[in-house]
């Protein structure tokens, strides 16, 4: 789809819920950029830089890394696609982020997915990454056409350091005390939109359907 104006989109939703997995469809069927906090803060770590380094072990522990660092790291590439239509992944995490993402930038829509933490617990721990691209599989729901490999590079897939069943706990854990009162931020902007459900296969149809709806061109040229 060709979008007649500039689109901002932020996808939330708990550790594991599928907002990578929905980002790819997204990306690919309505044509936005995708930023993932994740994938930036892992490209540093892979990167062995001095940030990536400093963060490694609070990622690790499964913690939030500090609202500065992250906020500083997204402004960045956002300026650098300033008229481009995005879709941030990961970003804000705390109220802190919201708002200083707001000071920049007016966001559009705030996909919300809302899935229950007991499924999310089995689907990391069978979680395989290619950490260049950020692509996720997963051995029972999307599994590489070569085991191990990612489809597209033909590279070597990792499992997350984060995804231990222990971490996974404290990161669900932070996502309860600091993202949730991000949802409620957002809800009172008028901008949330939460799809619920086990299955990205079944929450898909219904974020691709608002999404048309919200970009179809008559909405589009509407101020
Ligand atoms: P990340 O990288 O942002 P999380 O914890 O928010 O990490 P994560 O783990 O990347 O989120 P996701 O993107 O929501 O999960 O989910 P996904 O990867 O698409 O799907 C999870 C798995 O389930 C995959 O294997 C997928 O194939 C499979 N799957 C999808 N749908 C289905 C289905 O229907 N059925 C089945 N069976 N499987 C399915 O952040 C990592 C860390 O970075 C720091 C924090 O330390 C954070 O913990 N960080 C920040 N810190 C501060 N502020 C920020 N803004 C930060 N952003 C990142
Ligand atoms: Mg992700």
């Known amino acids: ?62 913690q939030l890394v500090p609202d500065d660092v992250m906020s500083r790291l997204i402004m960045k590439d956002l300026r650098a696609m300033d008229q481009s239509s995005w879709l941030i992944d990961g970003f804000p995490r705390t109220v802190s982020q919201s708002e200083a993402l707001d000071n920049a930038y007016s966001v559009d829509t705030v996909i919300n997915l809302n899935v229950p933490f007991q499924t999310i617990k089995q689907r990391l721990t069978s979680r395989w990454t290619h950490l260049p691209s950020g692509r996720v599989y997963n051995v029972d729901f999307n599994p590489p056409k070569v085991s191990g490999f990612d489809d597209v590079t033909g ?13 996974v706990m404290r990161r ?12 409620e931020y957002y809800r009172s902007k008028g901008v949330l939109e939460t799809f619920s459900g086990t299955e990205t296969n079944k929450i898909w149809p219904h974020v691709e359907a608002f999404l048309l709806r919200k970009l179809s061109p008559a909405k589009q040229n509407v101020a």
């Open 1 to 62: 789809m060709v979008l007649q104006r500039i689109f901002r989109a932020v996808i939330m939703g708990p550790p594991g819920s599928g907002k990578g997995t929905v980002s790819a469809r997204i990306t690919k069927t309505f044509g936005l950029q995708h930023i993932s906090s994740g994938d930036i803060l892992r490209a540093n770590i892979n990167a062995q830089t001095e940030l990536g380094l400093l963060m490694k072990s609070s990622i690790d522990q499964g």
């Open 155 to 167: 590279e070597p897939l990792v499992q997350r350091d984060d995804d231990t069943p222990d971490t």
């Open 172 to 183: 669900l854990k932070a996502y309860q005390t600091q993202t949730e009162p991000v949802l």
